[in-house]
């Protein structure tokens, strides 16, 4: 695997805990997503919360609307490892509410709360909880002085109103939250990023708001979000596409995989694939990316369809085809053996499990020494926790 010829200079921020996740400093950039089942339907919730948990999420956002929606949440998180943020209105009780039950955020405004001491209330709760709040700003809902004064949403707009909650919080000492500046234009939510990230030190969340369908969406949210991650600004990410919320969990880690940021998974490269290609490139990718969707460790695997640009890609590959008569498959940059086409898929499947195997039973070995458990006989390895500890340590 080739080394990145560019490296990104991260903005230093405050690191603030979601759960047991980091959010800010060094810590990787987290991927989030938000359900969009009803959040009384606790079943349907959970179902789609645990699958997201299974693509890689890092972090849920659950929307609370109402009282009931807030009891129905307290049941959720209980069944539930990955940390949740709750995303709630106006309505100050329901925020006390879902940090008793244990939100590990709150996504809530403090200037839209109303009184002050409504406004202490929450504050103080999410203190004595130590839970982070998220300042969360959208173009389409900017405050009515800020619309008239600026006559439509403008990036100095989306930083006005966000510096205007996050007075509030700093009169009231509280510094343990995060800021979202989102728009569904992407030189606008860019450049209130770029302004307002010159003038905190708290995490930013990245999103290209109601970015559109799972194509365009995911080209737009790469084009915004590249650009900012590449100047080192974000430190959560939300592609918010109008498709199953599993699909902008892997579209959010292609964003930070092809920046070098974070990987996760298997990262294919493939020609386009033109007459010289000796087998059917595009329907070996589709069924490769099927059977190996639930790999999680990081790996490139390279496709070509012929001896041009086939055997450079393949050596620069963890797994590399490079199409011949017969085709060559090569294993950590050298040829390892030939491959008829009947046998393509299988064969690449077996042997990029082989590799993934290998890499975890080397990762848990050298961390064998901290995947230590206590029971009545004595110390034991956790085979289950070593592996989680492998994958984590592969993922960054």
């Not at 997201?52 to 209980?78: C, N, T, Y």
């Not at 909650?165 to 979202?180: A, P, T």
């Not at 195997?357 to 070995?365: C, F, S």
Request: aromatic share 4%.
């Amino acid at each position: 695997m080739s080394q990145p010829v560019f490296k990104i200079n991260r903005r230093q921020s405050r690191q603030i805990m979601v759960g047991h996740v980091p959010v800010g400093g060094n810590a990787p950039i987290a991927v989030q997503s938000m359900t969009n089942t009803e959040t009384t339907d606790v079943e349907s919730t959970v179902r789609q919360i645990k699958a997201l948990e299974a693509v890689g999420a890092d972090i849920v956002r659950v929307s609370v609307p109402s009282m009931e929606a807030a009891e129905a949440f307290g049941r959720i998180k209980q069944q539930v490892s990955v940390p949740l943020i709750s995303d709630i209105h106006f309505d100050y009780k329901i925020a006390l509410r879902v940090a008793e039950l244990g939100a590990d955020c709150l996504r809530i405004n403090p200037g839209n709360i109303g009184r002050e001491d409504r406004v202490r209330a929450v504050v103080g709760s999410a203190r004595d909880r130590n839970i982070p709040i998220r300042i969360g700003v959208n173009a389409g809902s900017l405050e009515k002085e800020l619309q008239k004064k600026y006559g439509e949403p403008t990036p100095q707009a989306l930083v006005e109103s966000a510096k205007r909650h996050i007075d509030i919080l700093d009169r009231l000492d509280f510094q343990n939250f995060k800021v979202s500046l989102k728009a569904s234009d992407v030189f606008m939510t860019v450049l209130a990023y770029r302004e307002l990230a010159t003038q905190i030190e708290q995490p930013l969340h990245l999103g290209i708001t109601e970015a559109g369908g799972m194509r365009s969406g995911s080209v737009k949210s790469a084009i915004g979000l590249g650009m900012l991650l590449a100047e080192g600004i974000g430190d959560t990410i939300r592609v918010s596409l109008a498709a199953d919320p599993a699909e902008e969990i892997k579209v959010g880690f292609d964003i930070l995989k092809s920046l070098h940021i974070r990987s996760k998974g298997i990262n294919f490269i493939a020609c386009p694939s033109c007459s010289r290609q000796n087998f059917d490139v595009i329907s070996t990718v589709n069924a490769l990316e099927a059977r190996l969707e639930d790999i999680l460790v990081p790996m490139d695997v390279a496709i070509i369809g012929c001896v041009v640009n086939g055997p450079g890609e393949a050596r620069e590959a963890d797994v590399g085809l490079a199409g011949g008569s017969p085709n060559l498959l090569y294993v950590n940059g050298k040829p390892d053996h030939k491959v008829e086409n009947e046998q393509l898929v299988a064969e690449l499947e077996r042997v990029v499990r082989a590799e993934v195997d290998k890499r975890l039973q080397e990762n848990a070995n050298s961390t064998s020494s901290v995947s230590l458990r206590v029971t009545d006989g004595g110390v034991t390895v956790s085979p289950q926790q070593d592996q989680a500890v492998a994958i984590q340590k592969l993922t960054g």
